[in-house]
């Protein structure tokens, strides 16, 4: 291999890596809701931010774009994505129809060690309410659900629910205010405890009650906030 090809190669991976950087940290701060819905990104001070040049930065754009996270318009640069009810509907829809089944499924042969390991998470999702550190609620109820999931041994199952679940991230943390993570737990309290009693019809009916929870605040918020979301939007400025 000559110098030049080196060289080249080098270059190729160095550009990679740095729009791997960028569509990373870009990602996190839009999920978190760091960067709100519908914020403009101006590539000039993207590449001021990141240290780079602008070859990265429109990569990486192009890459949140096709995840949904950021709109590019020629005639009005790019933004952060407004949220689609619909999507996120159907999302949950989703959500509701496989983890009932996990719910159910799992009741019928409680396994000892998820138990032990969904008892714990309890534990801390407990001391994560009373401290309101919402951050660390936030990753716990993730686990909690992916314990759950996990336990089935489907790996096609569990892919499924990540990609639901990733489709979700923004609206969970708008939905995760100190009385909906208390909420939360006592939602989780009964469905381990119609896994503790081995009771697969409570369990399915507990976990869908859940996240029917979830679509009514959702239904809710959307209608308060409409600004947030991409098709109540549109709904709310016809003249658009």
């Given amino acids: 291999m000559t110098s030049s090809t080196n060289i080249a190669s080098k270059g190729v ?7 791997d950087r960028v569509a990373d940290a870009l990602r996190q701060a839009i999920v978190t809701l760091e960067v709100a819905p519908g914020t403009p990104l101006d590539k000039a001070e993207l590449t001021t931010r990141f240290g780079v040049s602008r070859f990265p ?3 990486a754009l192009n890459r949140l774009k096709s995840e949904g996270l950021v709109d590019i318009r020629p005639q009005s640069g790019s933004s952060v994505s407004l949220i ?3 999507d996120v509907m159907e999302n949950l829809f989703i959500r509701r ?4 089944d996990v719910a159910e499924a799992l009741a019928r042969a409680p396994d000892d060690r998820m138990m032990e390991d969904l008892r714990r998470n309890m534990r801390y999702q407990k001391a994560a309410v009373e401290a309101d550190d919402r951050e660390g609620f936030h990753s716990l109820d ?12 489907y790996p096609k199952l569990r892919a499924i629910v990540e990609s639901v679940r990733l489709g979700l991230d923004r609206v969970r943390r708008l939905l995760g205010t ?3 993570h208390a909420v939360t737990y006592a939602e989780h309290l009964a469905i381990i405890g119609a896994l503790e009693r081995a009771d697969p019809p409570a369990a ?4 869908a009650a859940h996240i029917d929870a979830v679509i009514a605040e959702l239904q809710t918020f959307s209608g308060e ?9 549109a709904s709310a400025n016809p003249e658009r």
């Fill in 13 to 19: 991976a160095e550009r990679v890596g740095a729009t």
């Fill in 57 to 59: 930065i429109s990569e």
């Fill in 84 to 86: 689609r009810l619909a």
């Fill in 97 to 100: 129809a496989l983890e009932a």
């Fill in 142 to 153: 993730i686990a909690f659900h992916d314990r759950m999931v996990r336990a089935l041994d």
């Fill in 178 to 180: 100190p009385r909906r």
């Fill in 204 to 207: 399915r009916a507990a976990m």
């Fill in 225 to 233: 906030h409409p600004e947030v979301f991409a098709d109540r939007a």
